[in-house]
């Protein structure tokens, strides 16, 4: 396969990864859910029981905290970079430095890692998503959509540092 064809290849299952996620997104209202679970799928990591220990972490409970979709990635991150052992201090310093590239270049392309602040930038106003009348204007005013481009990108960053990861260890 030439090296256009294998570019091509990858960007068609980006492309289809891409849009599953926006699919989820807008079935599930749950950025942090839908996050892992496209890249859980994509990488086989076998975190099943993450997928529902993310249900209350979008924004932190919807309370405008950490996104959500930073949450999942960084859990898909861990699977694959962590340590299994809690006195591996080498492997817990040796996981860090994908994640915070992650965050880095989260921040770059969404402005924040924050819910708040991501939905401010990408929305013009802030919304508490825990109220109802407030979330009927966020889905009114475009949010599922916008957020789902915010999903797309961590989803997009997070599949680069797994797949090098993965790759190394072939």
Known sequence: ???????????????TMLD???????????????????LNEEFNLGGEQILKALTPFPGIALRGETCGAVIGSLMALGLVYGRDDLSD???????????????RQFEEENG??????????????????????????YANAGGPEACSEVVASAITIASKGLAKKIKSAD
């Open 20 to 38: 599953r996620a926006k699919e989820l997104l807008l079935e599930s209202g749950n950025c942090a859910q839908t996050s892992f679970a496209i």
């Open 112 to 137: 924040s890692t924050t819910c708040a602040t991501i939905l401010q930038e990408k929305l013009g106003r802030n919304y508490d998503l825990a109220d109802q009348v407030q979330a009927l204007e």
């Open 89 to 103: 201090w080498k492997g817990y310093i040796g996981s860090l430095p994908s994640a915070r590239r992650f965050c």
């Open 1 to 15: 396969m030439s090296k256009d064809a294998e570019v091509s290849s990858e960007g068609e299952i980006q492309s």
